[in-house]
């Protein structure tokens, strides 16, 4: 076993792969997928909790049904998918309390400051239909489906069209569809996981190259330095495994690193509403226009991150003072 197992790690990771599998019957775990929390907390910026960073100019949110709560986090977008998160809320309640709903309902008349003047509202919001579907459908029912998008996650990549649909859910008691019904949208979450983890992974610009003029790289993903380590856990609560089906075939496969990965999945739902948008097949056009909508002019070089001097302690039990409605 030993000269096996050094046999193949002098062979390369796909020798490894083979190794570990057959011989150890472990499974393999992909090396760097899931971003080190601790690197990311190491990386928070500073900015008001509620408040568009400069560059970010249009906003989605993805919404995690669990049994007591509705957990959304709001992202801004700008160019070539650089990403900021916004705010993060934790509506008390559940699927079963009306109240909850109604701060739901809320959300999407809401209005967050940019940082350089203008407001702006939520483009589009995905809820996940995985628990009490029921509930979800009757509420963008309620709602409308103009703001509203009901997705279902499935395993597996495609990047080609990771989000596919809408399907309308809804029929007659004939079984005809209705196309002013419930819709649902069906996205293949491995790809939006992929991708978050390999944006997560690039490597930041120096100060001396920001005050250069250098641009952040397409796909940044900036974090506040109000999100604590629970928040960065669920983030990168998932690792992209290679396991043996019952043929014998490798293949791909998201577990996960421990239970709550609520943070991940909003991230998801919330790149599956910019999808949907149509960000990804914006032009320039779309952005500068946005901009103005905005007031805002066309953002200078970025400047240096800012990094907070006293930053929220980073405990493994939660958000500190647990954050429990609205941000403001």
Same mark, same amino acid.
């Given at each position: 076993?030993?000269?096996?197992?050094? &046999?193949?790690?002098?062979?390369?990771?796909?020798?490894?792969?083979? @190794?570990?599998?057959?011989?150890?019957?472990? =499974?393999?775990?992909?090396?760097?997928?899931?971003?080190?929390?601790?690197?990311?907390?190491?990386?928070?910026?500073?900015? *008001?909790?509620?408040?568009?960073? $400069?560059?970010?100019?249009?906003?989605?949110?993805?919404?995690?049904?669990?049994?007591?709560?509705? +957990?959304?986090?709001?992202?801004?977008?700008?160019?070539?998918?650089?990403?900021?998160?916004?705010?993060?809320?934790?509506?008390?309640?559940?699927?079963?309390?009306?109240? @909850?709903?109604?701060?739901?309902?809320?959300?999407?008349?809401?209005?967050?400051?940019?940082?350089?003047?203008?407001?702006?509202?939520? =483009?589009?919001?995905?809820?996940? =239909?995985?628990?009490?579907?029921?509930?979800?459908?009757?509420?963008?029912?309620?709602?409308?489906?103009?703001? *509203?998008?009901?997705?279902?996650?499935?395993?597996?990549?495609?990047?080609?069209?990771?989000? &596919?649909?809408?399907?309308?859910?809804?029929?007659?008691?004939?079984?005809?569809?209705?196309?002013?019904?419930?819709?649902?949208? #069906?996205?293949?979450? &491995?790809? !939006?996981?992929?991708? #978050?983890?390999? !944006?997560?992974?690039?490597?930041?610009? #120096?100060?001396? +190259?920001?005050?250069?003029?250098? &641009?952040?790289? %397409?796909?940044?993903?900036?974090?506040?330095?109000?999100?604590?380590? $629970?928040?960065?856990?669920?983030?990168?609560?998932?690792?992209?495994?290679?396991?043996?089906?019952?043929?014998? !075939?490798?293949?791909?496969?998201?577990?996960?690193?421990?239970?709550?990965? +609520?943070?991940?999945?909003?991230?998801?739902?919330?790149?599956?509403?910019?999808?949907?948008?149509?960000?990804?097949?914006?032009?320039?056009?779309?952005?500068?226009?946005? $901009? @103005?909508?905005?007031? *805002?002019?066309?953002? %200078?070089?970025?400047?240096?991150?800012?990094?907070?001097?006293?930053?929220? %302690?980073?405990?493994?039990?939660?958000?500190?003072?647990?954050?429990?409605?609205?941000?403001?």
């Amino acid at each position: 076993m030993v000269r096996s197992f050094l &046999s193949a790690r002098a062979g390369g990771n796909e020798a490894m792969k083979t @190794c570990v599998n057959t011989s150890l019957g472990e =499974t393999w775990i992909e090396a760097g997928e899931a971003p080190d929390w601790q690197r990311l907390a190491d990386r928070r910026e500073t900015w *008001v909790p509620g408040t568009v960073p $400069e560059r970010g100019l249009f906003l989605t949110a993805g919404a995690d049904v669990q049994k007591d709560r509705i +957990e959304v986090d709001v992202w801004a977008w700008g160019r070539g998918l650089e990403s900021w998160l916004v705010d993060h809320l934790v509506l008390e309640g559940g699927p079963g309390d009306p109240g @909850c709903w109604e701060a739901l309902t809320d959300l999407l008349g809401r209005v967050w400051q940019h940082e350089r003047g203008g407001q702006i509202a939520l =483009t589009r919001l995905a809820i996940d =239909t995985g628990y009490e579907t029921s509930a979800v459908y009757a509420w963008a029912r309620q709602v409308g489906f103009a703001q *509203v998008a009901p997705v279902k996650g499935v395993e597996g990549f495609n990047r080609a069209s990771p989000v &596919s649909g809408p399907t309308w859910v809804d029929a007659t008691e004939a079984g005809r569809r209705l196309r002013r019904g419930a819709r649902l949208w #069906t996205v293949a979450v &491995s790809t !939006f996981k992929a991708e #978050t983890y390999r !944006f997560l992974r690039l490597e930041r610009l #120096t100060a001396e +190259e920001l005050e250069a003029g250098a &641009s952040f790289p %397409p796909g940044t993903v900036h974090l506040p330095d109000w999100v604590d380590a $629970e928040w960065l856990k669920q983030l990168t609560a998932e690792q992209l495994v290679t396991v043996k089906t019952k043929r014998g !075939f490798a293949r791909l496969e998201w577990q996960k690193l421990r239970e709550r990965n +609520e943070a991940l999945d909003t991230r998801v739902y919330a790149r599956a509403a910019a999808w949907i948008a149509g960000l990804d097949r914006w032009p320039e056009e779309r952005w500068t226009e946005a $901009e @103005c909508d905005l007031s *805002v002019a066309p953002a %200078p070089p970025a400047p240096a991150p800012r990094r907070s001097e006293k930053q929220p %302690p980073l405990s493994a039990d939660g958000w500190l003072g647990r954050r429990r409605g609205w941000l403001r």
